[in-house]
């Protein structure tokens, strides 16, 4: 079973880390990549709007696929 408050947390520190939590690996590191860049844009001011979008998408993501996740495992 995976927490989903755990992986929102992760998922809240490091952009894609509740995704990785949540095995869904590759989704993750895209998220960890696109934050990298959302932080080198922040010196054209465009980052400070993506980032935060991005990161509330990643925190949502990860929660919600927790849930998936645990609700597949509980119907078997």
Not at 16 to 21: F, N, V
Not at 58 to 75: F, K, L, M, P, T
């Amino acid at each position: 079973m995976k927490s989903p408050g755990i992986a929102a947390v992760l998922s809240f520190l490091i952009q894609g880390l509740g995704q990785i939590y949540n095995g869904q690996i590759l989704k993750g590191l895209f998220l960890v990549v696109l934050q990298a860049i959302n932080v080198l844009l922040m010196n054209v001011l465009i980052g400070f709007i993506t980032y935060p979008i991005v990161l509330v998408y990643a925190v949502y993501d990860a929660y919600r696929s927790a849930e998936r996740i645990n609700a597949r495992r509980g119907a078997r």
